[in-house]
């Protein structure tokens, strides 16, 4: 609110300013533009621009290849999977540490972000080795507790944020009249984090979706669509299926994360008491 | 039949080394408008909050209706609050705010519905059902607020501020709904509150609290006329409260006492039955019906005068500069304890 | 004394009955067994699964790697520790360190102008275009926008298209010859590979600085101007120090990310190995784990030493 009101009529920006900001957001979607425009592309086995010619056909071979649905099924599947688990994980997690203060819970907190803050390699690795070391071959589920390992943080963060916003005096009224740990978890806390939850849910699905580093090494001979698209880029021949599944997965995530921001933002509106 | 409502034996509530409520005793009547005044930081709101049961006691008894209520959750007691922010669920209706508390008991939906609306009606907020808190004003809120605790035949209503967020007019109606409520339906208020006019203006009884203790109980008129501390004095209205050598040479005692602005009179010399001290007049304030006069006397301590305009001769009021004499029956004297 | 109407009155505290309120009681009364049952299972997970995975991973990095038979074995050794300063290895290590700082320094100079103007500039719809316009491409898949780029710099594609319209190619070919820029070709060479760096972690950059100018009140600039202070001085004396804390969050980001980054090098660029490669083909074609786990106690290190410094530059206050 304050922000916008702020610059009503505030200063405009200088045209230098304003090309590259402008700019910016050009390099930052040229690329994806691309994907969308190659999907179309006539050529087999080459990138020449300007295109030869524009066709929809690539789009029904992708769609009988086999090893593409078997790798978006995959992926899709690992992605339930890990949100499933990141959800209740993340749940519990914000529950614990949105308010109390305790012995530990700056250490907790660290080792939460810790498998996103490091290196997707250094998680990758590890889980690898400690896979090793415990004799469990790769396979589906060591690809979804990776995943749901770094997943986690997504729900934690969405969740504990809206927890926080969340006046105290909420639960307390509950409390108040007559409702017990159990019926205001029902009756107000689920209904004011059900937004958070879902937008955190969304974000970690997605980010499942799409991982490639720490997959890479839990992954074993199981392909998810990340580990396809990195096997086709030595693959010359199918070009024109690697395009389309591409645009494809532009378009997976972009809804979902779409949806998430919508879900996030405007929910300042809590209690009675905004003035 | 006049028992007991609230009871509170020597209760105590440390937060580490902060003493937020410290050793409080008290007991309020059933069918009581209890005020609890204090400065903020003085325990007021963690003495309601332990009643209420948001907090437990650290030690010490507290009984609601003759019954031992430290331990038991805020769900498990007989007593509804209204809070300061309102605490109104933002994701439910109303009518489904007023009909939380029927809904965990278990109530059909038709009967609290209907119930919720009656109690919505008491408020004055009959029809008001469908909307969202988020879209009624403040004092709007208020009400639902209090329709919300009153549906569920709390024996003790616990207010905590409710007024703090409205504006003066509205805070001025309010209070009198909410008297004149407390007497239809005979609960036990217990109304927590940082202003005094407030607490004298509504209450049967008035706690006085400071830094997690209590000064003072009494009635509203007791605590302006015969307050007991020095503390109480001066936070219950405005008092003149003299001490040290000027206590001394005045009454004979170093005992702190207090005198009330309205209750001193400029006087041209040392008349016989009334106490007087010389000084030199440093303010004049004009405040409508009456003005202050602030005069400086021995020991650099300021005595203010309260005087209605009109009351005197203009021309012989005192000027700022001018010596003055200040003189009080000593009747007007109230002889303090010293701590506080 | 008046009731509601329509409804009898008192109705007594009556305590619901049923397993949940006697489950709920307990818990109220014992919150640290509260607390304990939330904790446990995450703790259980991340104790279990990832800190235990990160220590196996450390003693691990001491085994010995027997070179003939191809086996590791449990005796502890300084070896790989001892090999990383090797030549060959510190190099790996210097390639990797000097990207991450280019990358780094070129995010937050392309980052910083579309930040400002996000923070300061768009109100309105433009706020949320902005904000969604940068959000999407950062969570948008990485392996696609990685592709994207080798069809983006390939022979014959977009970017030799247009240098060529714009009779620049002996320039380009110019430019590909130098030394730490060049390579056969834009896709073989490192300045292809900082581009596809650069281009993918941006984001990560300009989030944390909008965030950061957005908390410095407007007021404050016109506070500078106001005292006499001209656009440039204001914004060089007041807004860049407050931004700066948001420079550095973003730069943990864009630099650790490129540190541990295996597949970009892989893609784009010339041939010599990244820290990230290394690790890869130690552990996979080789199955030499210890040396592999040694090498990413570099990352770690450098990474650690990176955020004590940023934290002392207040960058976790932007975060």
Redesign the interface.
């Known amino acids: 609110m304050r922000?916008?009101a702020?610059?009503?009529d505030?200063?405009?920006?200088p045209w230098w300013?304003?090309v590259?900001?402008y700019g910016?957001?050009l390099?930052?979607?040229?690329?994806?533009l691309?994907?969308g425009l190659?999907a179309f592309n006539t050529e087999e086995s080459?990138?020449?621009?300007?295109l030869k010619g524009l066709t929809l056909r690539w789009f029904q071979a992708a769609a009988e290849r086999e090893d593409v649905l078997g790798a978006i099924k995959l992926s899709l599947q690992v992605a339930v999977a890990s949100t499933a688990?990141a959800l209740?994980?993340?749940t519990?997690?914000a529950?614990?540490l949105y308010r109390?203060r305790?012995f530990g819970k700056e250490a907790?907190n660290l080792?939460?972000i810790?498998?996103i803050?490091?290196?997707?390699?250094?998680?990758g690795?590890?889980?690898?080795?400690?896979f090793?070391?415990a004799e469990v071959t790769p396979n589906f589920w060591t690809i979804a507790?990776g995943h749901?390992?770094f997943c986690?943080v997504m729900v934690y963060n969405n969740v504990v944020a809206r927890l926080r916003r969340m006046?105290h005096?909420?639960l307390?009224?509950?409390?108040?009249?007559?409702?017990?740990?159990?019926?205001t978890f029902r009756?107000?806390v689920m209904?004011?984090m059900a937004t958070a939850l879902l937008a955190g849910g969304i974000l970690a699905f997605?980010l499942s979706f799409?991982e490639?580093?720490v997959t890479?090494?839990t992954a074993g001979h199981e392909k998810t669509l990340?580990i396809w698209?990195?096997d086709q880029?030595g693959r010359p021949r199918d070009v024109p299926v690697?395009n389309v599944v591409?645009l494809w997965?532009?378009l997976i995530?972009?809804v979902p994360?779409?949806v998430a921001?919508r879900l996030t933002r405007g929910t300042e509106?809590?209690?009675?008491?905004?003035? | 039949m006049s028992s007991i409502a609230v009871e509170l034996k020597t209760v105590s509530r440390h937060y580490g080394a902060v003493k937020a409520v410290d050793g409080v005793s008290l007991s309020i009547q059933d069918g009581e408008f209890f005020s609890m005044l204090g400065p903020s930081g003085s325990g007021k709101t963690t003495c309601l909050r332990l009643i209420a049961g948001f907090e437990q006691p650290t030690s010490g008894s507290l009984l609601l209706h003759g019954q031992e209520a430290a331990g038991l959750p805020p769900y498990e007691r007989d007593v509804n609050t209204v809070f300061q922010d309102y605490a109104l669920f933002p994701h439910m209706s109303v009518l489904d705010n007023v009909a939380y508390g029927l809904m965990v008991k278990g109530v059909a939906k038709a009967t609290r519905h209907k119930e919720a609306e009656t109690a919505l009606e008491l408020v004055a907020l009959g029809g008001f059902g469908s909307r969202r808190p988020s879209q009624l004003s403040g004092g709007q809120r208020q009400r639902v607020a209090l329709a919300r605790a009153l549906i569920n035949k709390p024996r003790v209503l616990l207010l905590d501020e409710p007024l703090g967020a409205l504006d003066l007019k509205l805070r001025e109606q309010m209070q009198a709904e909410l008297k004149s409520l407390q007497r239809r339906l005979g609960i036990t208020f217990v109304y927590v509150t940082h202003d005094q006019g407030e607490a004298l203006s509504m209450s049967d009884r008035v706690a006085v609290f400071s830094q997690g203790r209590i000064e003072q109980v009494d009635t509203p008129r007791n605590l302006y006329t015969r307050p007991k501390t020095v503390f109480v004095a001066g936070f219950v209205g405005t008092a003149n409260v003299v001490s040290g050598e000027l206590a001394r040479r005045l009454t004979g005692s170093e005992r702190p006492f207090s005198v009330r602005p309205e209750h001193m009179r400029f006087a041209m010399s040392a008349e016989g039955n009334r106490v007087s001290v010389e000084g030199r007049l440093v303010e004049v304030q004009y405040h409508g019906a009456s003005s202050r006069y602030e005069v400086r006397v021995e020991g650099n301590q300021v005595l203010t005068l309260s005087m209605l305009n009109g009351e005197a001769d203009e021309a012989s009021l005192p000027r700022r500069g001018d010596t003055v004499r200040v003189a009080w029956a000593p009747e007007a004297m109230v002889q303090l304890e010293s701590g506080g | 004394m008046e009731t509601l109407p329509g409804v009898a009155l008192p109705a007594p505290a009556r305590p619901r009955a049923g397993v949940a309120r006697v489950v709920a009681n307990v818990l109220y009364r014992r919150s640290t067994l509260y607390l304990l049952l939330l904790l446990t299972p995450p703790l259980l997970w991340f104790g279990g699964v990832y800190l235990g995975s990160l220590l196996s991973l450390l003693v691990q990095s001491f085994y010995t790697f027997d070179d003939f038979t191809m086996g590791v074995t449990p005796e502890l050794t300084w070896a790989n520790y001892k090999a990383l300063l090797d030549a060959a290895n510190h190099d790996i290590i210097l390639r990797t360190l000097s990207m991450a700082g280019t990358v780094t320094v070129a995010s937050a100079v392309l980052g910083f102008p579309v930040a400002y103007y996000m923070a300061r500039y768009a109100t309105g719809w433009r706020k949320g275009f902005f904000y969604i316009a940068v959000m999407l491409p950062m969570w948008a898949s990485y392996i696609v926008k990685a592709y994207s780029w080798t069809v983006i710099l390939s022979k014959g594609g977009i970017i030799y298209w247009l240098v060529e319209r714009l009779y620049l190619l002996p320039a380009l070919e110019w430019a590909l010859t130098l030394p730490g820029v060049g390579g056969s070709s834009l896709s073989t060479s490192n300045l292809g590979r900082f581009l596809v760096f650069t281009y993918i972690w941006l984001p990560y950059m300009i989030l944390p600085i909008q965030a950061a100018i957005e908390r410095v009140p407007g007021n404050l600039m016109q506070a500078a101007a106001d005292l006499g202070a001209r656009p440039t001085q204001s914004f060089r004396t007041v807004l860049l120090p407050l931004a700066f804390p948001g420079v550095v969050a973003g730069s943990i980001f864009t630099f650790s990310l490129t540190l541990g980054d295996y597949i970009i090098p892989q893609l784009v660029g010339p041939s010599g190995l990244f820290i990230g490669n290394m690790v890869y083909t130690m552990q996979g074609s080789i199955g030499n784990i210890p040396m592999a786990a040694s090498f990413t106690v570099v990352p770690i290190v450098i990474i650690g030493i990176y955020l004590t410094v940023a934290r002392k530059l207040g960058a976790f206050d932007a975060l």
Do not use: C
Request: glycine letters at 8%.
């Open positions: 922000s916008e702020r610059y009503e505030g200063p405009r920006a300013l304003k590259l900001a910016g957001l390099f930052l979607h040229f690329p994806i691309m994907v190659y080459a990138f020449s621009f300007p688990v209740v994980l993340g519990l997690l529950g614990a109390r305790f907790i080792m939460v810790l498998p803050a490091l290196p997707g390699i250094i998680t690795i590890a889980l690898l080795s400690a090793r070391l507790v749901a390992t986690v006046p005096s909420l307390e009224a509950s409390a108040d009249l007559g409702a017990d740990g159990f019926q009756h107000v209904p004011q997605a799409d490639l580093i890479t090494f990340p698209l990195l880029l690697t591409a997965v532009m995530t972009a994360i779409l921001w509106d809590v209690a009675g008491s905004s003035k």
